[in-house]
């Protein structure tokens, strides 16, 4: 899988190296290329954003830069047309079936909007060059999209076949029952006084199983009941 990342801070992603998908990248797996937003920009102070049309506060993203570095890595990749990604607050939510989705994709690209975000132009340009997706992280405000595009990165990444170690933990996680995990312990069986519950020292495969299940429901009841709902 190609992914390329157009952002005005480039450096964030430096720690795409020594993540889990530090290796994917040297091995092949994952191709990413970072680009600088900047480099698209050709006025002396090498301008990103203006104000806004109609008022109101702070600034937007101008459409010049963008459309030059969206036709930039679109001629990278060649004939295949790109799914653009843009992390917005006003996207839709990326939840784990959007994950699943974007790593069956030969080539993703993240456009990392600053500011108020992007002149809204620039998505209907992308969407001539390939598919356009407007996807939120969450219902919380951050400054930028760029970890919300580091996030989405992971979480795509690790479901891309030989990226994970483990196939095994994922075949687990594609048998989901909606429910929160149940809790983990490991050795010593005491420690500072806290003791793994008995059930797990006991062997009996059934009640393990049984247990597992009943704090799954506890805890999806205490901490998720909107899990609960659906
Ligand atoms: C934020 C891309 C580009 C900040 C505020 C506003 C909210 C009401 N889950 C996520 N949160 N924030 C982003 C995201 C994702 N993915 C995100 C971004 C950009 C993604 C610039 N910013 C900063 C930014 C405007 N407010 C949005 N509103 C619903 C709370 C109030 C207005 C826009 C852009």
Redesign the pocket.
């Known amino acids: 899988m190609r992914i390329d990342v157009v952002t005005i801070f480039p450096a964030f992603f430096d720690v795409l190296e020594v993540s889990l998908l530090g290796k994917a990248r040297a091995t092949g797996l994952l191709d990413v290329h970072v680009h600088d937003l900047r480099d698209f920009a050709h006025d002396r102070h090498r301008s990103v954003d203006d104000t806004p049309y109609g008022g109101g506060a ?1 600034m937007v993203m101008k459409p010049e830069p963008w459309g030059e570095a969206l036709d930039a890595v679109a001629a990278a990749a060649g004939a295949a047309r790109p799914t653009f990604v ?6 839709e939510r ?1 939840v784990q079936r959007t994950a699943r989705e974007f790593a069956d994709l030969p080539h993703l690209v993240f456009g ?7 002149d809204e132009r620039v998505f209907s340009y992308a969407a001539t060059l390939g598919d356009v997706r407007l ?11 760029e970890v ?2 580091m996030a989405m990165i992971e979480a795509v990444g690790r479901l891309v076949p030989g990226v994970v170690g483990n196939p095994e933990s994922l075949v687990e996680e594609s048998h989901e029952d909606g429910l929160l995990e149940y809790p983990s312990y490991t050795k010593p069986a005491t420690w500072r006084g806290y003791d793994v519950p008995e059930v797990l020292l006991s062997g009996h495969h059934g009640r393990v199983a049984e247990w597992r299940h009943e704090q799954q429901v506890a805890r999806t009841r205490e901490r998720r009941p909107d899990l609960l709902a659906e």
């Open positions: 702070g843009f992390p917005s607050p006003a996207g990326f990392c909007g600053r500011y108020e975000g992007i996807v939120s992280l969450g219902d919380y405000v951050l400054n930028g999209g919300a595009a």
